[in-house]
Antibody, heavy 121, light 111 residues
Framework: QVQLQQSGPGLVKPSQTLSLTCAISGDSVSSNSAAWNWIRQSPSRGLEWLGRTYYRSKWNNHYAISVKSRITINPDTFKNQFSLQLNSVTPEDTAVYYC???????????WGQGILVTVSS | QSVLTQPPSVSGAPGQRVTISCTGSSSNIGAGHDVHWYQQLPGTAPKLLIYGYTNRPSGVPDRFTGSKSGTSVSLAITGLQAEDEADYYCQSYDSSLSGWVFGGGTKLTVL
């Protein structure tokens, strides 16, 4: 059974970098049939896809246009996890952040437990 | 304003049938991109309910059915139960945005 466990701080100061990690069990971040995504949810923006990393003979990243200039998603094959970094955050980035697997035409599951990240001084 | 449009709320009595629509455009649903549906219970992460328009993952009751017509898709829930009270979201890929998009969500109330 695949499980995703998220970790990271719940409070980030404006202009700083938001960093979260998603640890994978039951699958491999290097899987050739999966893509590993970050999504956030807020009352004002709803569910918003942020980006993904995936391995198809080489590592690939794909980012949402809305955050492309500020986001980095990195795989960590040694720890079997992937991370999100979002730079120059503002209060608008306050949201619950989720990691989730896209299993090759079988839908997006499972989801991590979610972490509420508040951007405030 | 979400790229995929859903009604904000629907309601029904126990045992009844409700449908939730999700309307897109030629750059997402109309382009043939897969549509998935998720159920989100209060305080929890979304859970995959339907994938690829009509397919149910293992463990999802057959009371949940997905369908497609043109640039719209629908989720039907029959035999409503109190435990179905949740938010429901549709999701697809949008070619114009080069990314995945969600509907704004529909809150189902079981009367």
């Amino acid at each position: 059974q695949v499980q995703l466990q998220q970790s990271g701080p719940g409070l980030v100061k404006p202009s700083q970098t938001l960093s979260l990690t998603c640890a994978i069990s039951g699958d491999s971040v290097s899987s050739n049939s999966a893509a590993w995504n970050w999504i956030r949810q807020s009352p004002s923006r709803g569910l918003e896809w942020l980006g993904r990393t995936y391995y198809r003979s080489k590592w690939n990243n794909h980012y949402a246009i809305s955050v492309k200039s500020r986001i980095t998603i990195n795989p960590d094959t040694f720890k079997n996890q992937f991370s999100l970094q979002l730079n120059s955050v503002t209060p608008e980035d306050t949201a619950v952040y989720y990691c989730v697997r896209d299993q090759d035409s079988s839908g997006w599951y499972p989801w991590g437990q979610g972490i509420l990240v508040t951007v405030s001084s | 304003q979400s790229v995929l449009t859903q009604p904000p709320s629907v309601s029904g009595a126990p045992g009844q049938r409700v449908t939730i629509s999700c309307t897109g455009s030629s750059s997402n649903i109309g382009a043939g991109h897969d549509v998935h549906w998720y159920q989100q219970l209060p305080g929890t992460a979304p859970k995959l309910l339907i994938y690829g328009y009509t397919n149910r993952p293992s463990g999802v009751p057959d009371r949940f059915t997905g369908s497609k017509s043109g640039t719209s898709v629908s989720l039907a829930i029959t035999g409503l139960q109190a435990e179905d009270e949740a938010d429901y979201y549709c999701q697809s890929y949008d070619s114009s945005l080069s990314g995945w998009v969600f509907g704004g969500g529909t809150k189902l109330t079981v009367l």
